[in-house]
């Protein structure tokens, strides 16, 4: 069992948003500005898209977006296209290690 | 182009051992913290090891504390980890990564497939 709670699945159609939560504790996501997400297209390397809550890597379109409320973050994926069908992995600081949620499975419809 | 590529995965019997390889290109390997992260089938990431720049020091997981051992050589920037008295649950794709800013990641690389089975 993950440390951090992630939707199993999610979809949209192309050009459409989605939203993906991450939901953790005080101990980690409400205590530190410290989330990242990982976009994971199966066999291939992950991939950075968001870190320190909201901040893209250089290269990472900003159709890819991060926030935080409380012990929830999220990360939106707006103007949806087929190559961002993915799962997609959030992490947290979590005050010594680096814990992760279960990851989601975002398909294009 | 910054990259990394895992090697050395395979079947092994439990009990067994197997040593893991990351080989970096396209960055200064030495001026940075590197990771193993784990994958098990089904389930989410999981932080596995740390190295500093110097190897002055090594952090693990609770689950491989005693049995994994992380090393790396700056002079041939490669990552290794060592694995040994394996078990069925360390069975998963294996990950290595370089430690960036604000705790994150990257780049990682496609990882290396450990099935550790009788």
């Known amino acids: 069992q993950s440390a951090l709670t992630q939707p199993p699945s999610a979809s949209g159609y192309p050009g459409q948003s989605v939203t993906i939560s991450c939901t953790g504790t005080?101990?980690?996501?409400?205590?530190?500005?410290?989330v990242s997400w990982y976009q994971h297209h199966p066999g291939k390397a992950p991939k950075l898209m968001i870190y320190?809550?909201?901040k893209r890597p250089s290269g990472v379109p900003d159709r890819f977006s991060g926030s935080k409320s409380g012990n929830t973050a999220s990360l939106t994926v707006s103007g949806l296209q087929a190559e961002d069908e993915a799962d997609y992995h959030c992490?947290?600081?979590?005050?010594?290690?680096?814990?992760f949620g279960g990851g989601t499975k975002l398909t294009v419809l | 182009e910054e990259q990394l590529v895992e090697s050395g995965g395979g079947l092994v019997k439990p009990g067994g051992s197997l040593r893991l390889s990351c080989a970096a290109s396209?960055?200064?390997?030495?001026?940075?913290?590197m990771n193993w992260f784990r994958q098990a089938p089904g389930r989410g990431l999981e932080w596995v090891s740390t190295?500093?720049?110097?190897?002055?020091?090594?952090g693990y997981a609770d689950s491989v504390k005693g049995r994994f051992s992380i090393s790396r050589d700056n002079d041939k920037n490669s990552l290794y980890l060592q694995m040994n008295s394996l078990r069925a649950d360390d069975t998963a794709v294996y990950y290595c990564?370089?430690?960036?800013?604000?705790?994150?990641?990257?780049?990682w690389g496609q990882g290396t497939v450990v099935t550790v089975s009788s």
């Open positions: 320190e809550v909201s």
């Open positions: 990564a370089r430690e960036v800013g604000g705790w994150a990641r990257s780049p």
């Open positions: 396209g960055f200064t390997f030495s001026s940075f913290v």
């Open positions: 190295i500093s720049q110097k190897s002055d020091f090594m």
């Open positions: 005080s101990s980690d996501v409400g205590g530190y500005n410290y």
């Open positions: 992490s947290s600081y979590a005050g010594s290690n680096l814990v």
